[in-house]
């Protein structure tokens, strides 16, 4: 991400070379790109700093998709709080959202449907997933442990 004001971009970087490029998309922080199709998910906003828990304003943080060809598409606008975080692991867009009232992992497919629930976390919110693609598993910080979701099994 180039900055952390509203108007956020993401780039991607050659590793070998560390050069850096600019994906053509206004306002969009926290980003993912599907290494089978090429297609971004990314959140508008970035980061909404005010830790205010359960957020549903106008900077609740939702995730889009783009497919490189035409408009982005909301994926999330079915739940007016936040959902941050995408990852994508076979197919399905793994992602933080609060929408039982705690920050959990849930999925969906890459169109937004078949919303499915992964942790059940109360009380404490899940930080910071981060999705291994070579291991099928996701960790993150849920109070002052490292939690492991395993996606094939279900299994923290």
Known sequence: ????DLNSQ???MDLATGARSRVPLEQAADGWIDPENGAVLFTRLPWQGSNTKRYMGGTAQQIWR????????ALTKDYDGTSKRPMIYKGRVYFATDRDGTMNIWSMKEDGSDLKQHTTHAGGDVIGPNLSVASGTIVYQLGADIWKLDITSGKN
Do not use: F, I, P, Y
């Open 66 to 73: 783009w497919d490189g060809k035409g408009e982005a598409v």
């Open 1 to 4: 991400m180039c900055s952390s």
């Open 10 to 12: 993401l780039v991607t």
